[in-house]
């Protein structure tokens, strides 16, 4: 290194951390603008429902009042219940049906191979079926199976549309994963259901667990099911819970954002936690293409 | 391999997804599209009539406003969202502290119910006591814009909505596939004297032409299928002047129980929507071939 190329590398250095630092600050103007609305509707939510109102802007005092009135009101143990019910079985039956048929089109032997390709074709094909031309029929469906008004009527429609997803995900997965341990195992004598039980999925928990997460948080936040499948109170969900608040509150808005916020904060909370795995599952069929 | 994959093990394996799939996904896609040629009313026997109901929707001028909403949705979202969260994305990825929070931060709207993302907007649009009226008031606006609940604004408001959600998921596409460009194409251009703008403008945006075209077609199925925030916004109103795609569809189905009608509804988004699928497969195919 000469001298003069030590003398210009302070100055190249210093204009990159102007750089970086405009950069940053920008980004924090974009973030702080968008979490806005979710700071907005909490700082609110201690309002009182006139000065809300009257101006939303004047902050005065603070108060539980609204957070009393939704836990009072709002059944928020029923719908908790019954939404995790949903998850736990749905997405329990979902993935383990997904894996079973995953690790068949892309490990086992086929006697006609363009046969398996076919049904790994035939699921993917789900990908591009939105689910609003399934509701109807679905509803049909139930009531022809006898299970319209239970939970199996949202139970096997949950099972069925994240089919293609986890199709994607796992068989993209074995695809691109060597098949060197599972023949290790076959030559120690290994069975089909020891094979899959000890030695595949130990190996998948990376994405398995992506399939997981992606499928609780789609039926968390289902709601066009929800709202034409359930017709008793009792089994309301955390969706259609949300979706009658305007109705049930018409005017008291700071009991609303209450229970908005009631609502929001175990999904951030979540989010939070799993974060890596909430991005990975939602990105992943689009970065990997 | 050969040995455990006998017949009745593959079936036991396959038969549990393959049943699911069928019942419940393409069985029901095939019931629509035959209903859609029938008069069906929801019980009873149907009548086969041709493209009736498709020739019903196209002289009812609302399916026209909701698809002219749809599109409004779609332009808006093409044109703010996606040079939005690529800025984002570039500005995320300068080594400033903190930089790794706020990319899992914007995403967080990404993942709220979108029935809740709704809602929340709600206290944030409404042209009384919504905090954007608020402030524009304070700011001196004399009559702020009424941007939910008035005749012109409802799909703008919706758009804005849609946009804020999605902005954070974009921005993750487009920061992955900035990670995937090559260090020493950056290196060589910033040796040839490229500032950071033309670095940009001249070889990361050419480079990511594809993330660009993957981006764009996620946003647009997405767009298609957007209906809960339809539904707490503006309910689809006034007088279903702000409609979307789906939500309309939704209210001739279920509210209105025209099921002919509806399903033909539904097969028409389904289409629009394939089209949109089969331009993605292509652009993938494309990309297959290039590299090959």
Excluded at chain 1, 47 to 55: E, G, H, T
Aim: net charge positive; with cysteine.
């Amino acid at each position: 290194m000469t001298a003069a190329e030590v003398r210009r590398v302070p100055r190249a250095r210093r204009k990159r951390t102007r750089g970086v630092l405009i950069a940053g600050i920008a980004a924090y103007l974009i973030t702080f603008v968008v979490l806005l609305p979710l700071f907005w509707i909490a700082v609110l939510s201690f309002q009182s429902n006139n000065s809300i109102l009257s101006d939303p802007l004047s902050l005065h005092g603070f108060s539980w009042a609204n957070y009393i009135n939704v836990f009072t009101r709002v059944p928020l143990l029923t719908m908790y219940g019954n939404t995790i019910l949903l998850a736990v079985t749905s997405v329990t039956i979902g993935t383990i049906i997904s894996f079973m048929s995953s690790f068949a089109l892309a490990r086992m032997v086929f006697r006609w191979p363009k046969f398996q390709s076919g049904i790994r074709l035939y699921l993917l094909a789900g990908l591009a079926i939105p689910i609003y031309i399934l509701l109807f029929p679905v509803y049909r469906v139930d009531i022809a199976l006898g299970v319209f008004g239970t939970y199996a009527s949202l139970i096997l429609p949950y099972v069925a549309v994240t089919i293609p997803f986890n199709t994607l995900l796992l068989t993209g997965f074995l695809r691109d994963f060597p098949s060197e341990l599972e023949e290790a195992a076959i030559v120690d004598g290994a069975g089909l259901w020891r094979l899959c039980w000890s030695v595949v999925l130990p190996l998948m928990r990376p994405v398995l667990a992506t399939v997981l997460i992606f499928n609780v948080i789609y039926v968390f936040n289902e709601y066009p099911f929800v709202s034409i499948l359930i017709n008793n109170p009792s089994m309301t969900t955390v969706s259609l819970a949300v979706s009658q608040f305007q109705g049930q509150y018409s005017t008291d808005y700071g009991a609303m954002m209450a229970a908005s916020t009631i609502i929001l904060i175990p999904q951030l909370v979540i989010y939070a936690l799993f974060q890596k795995q909430v991005v990975a599952g939602m990105t992943v069929g689009a970065v990997k293409g | 391999m050969v040995w455990l994959s006998a017949r009745w093990k593959l079936l036991i394996m396959v038969v549990p997804t393959l049943a699911f799939f069928t019942i419940f996904v393409v069985y029901p896609v095939f019931y629509s599209l035959y209903y859609s040629l029938t008069d069906f009313i929801g019980f009873g026997t149907a009548q086969f009539v041709g493209l009736a109901n498709y020739s019903t929707l196209f002289t009812d001028p609302l399916f026209w406003t909701s698809l002219r909403n749809t599109a409004i949705i779609l332009v808006m979202s093409v044109l703010v969202l996606i040079p939005l969260s690529f800025l984002l994305a570039i500005l995320m990825r300068r080594q400033f502290r903190g930089a790794r929070i706020l990319r899992a931060l914007v995403f967080a709207p990404g993942i709220i119910a979108p029935i809740l993302v709704g809602l929340i907007w709600v206290f944030i649009l409404d042209p009384k006591f919504g905090l954007v009226n608020a402030l524009l008031s304070a700011a001196g606006v004399a009559s702020p814009p009424i941007w939910i609940g008035g005749s012109a604004l409802g799909p703008i408001s919706i758009a804005i909505v849609f946009i804020w959600s999605t902005l954070g998921f974009a921005m993750t596409i487009f920061y992955a596939g900035l990670q995937l460009l090559p260090p020493d194409v950056m290196e060589a251009s910033a040796l040839d004297g490229a500032s950071r703008f033309q670095q940009t403008r001249y070889v990361t945006i050419p480079m990511m032409r594809e993330t660009f075209a993957i981006t764009t077609v996620l946003v647009i199925t997405n767009v298609f299928k957007i209906f809960e925030l339809v539904y707490q916004l503006t309910g689809g109103g006034p007088i279903h002047k702000s409609e979307t795609l789906v939500s309309y569809m939704y209210f001739i189905t279920f509210t209105s129980q025209q099921y002919g009608p509806g399903m033909a509804f539904a097969v028409i988004i389904t289409i629009l929507g394939a089209i949109v699928s089969v331009g993605y497969l292509f652009l993938l195919r494309g990309r297959r071939g290039v590299n090959a």
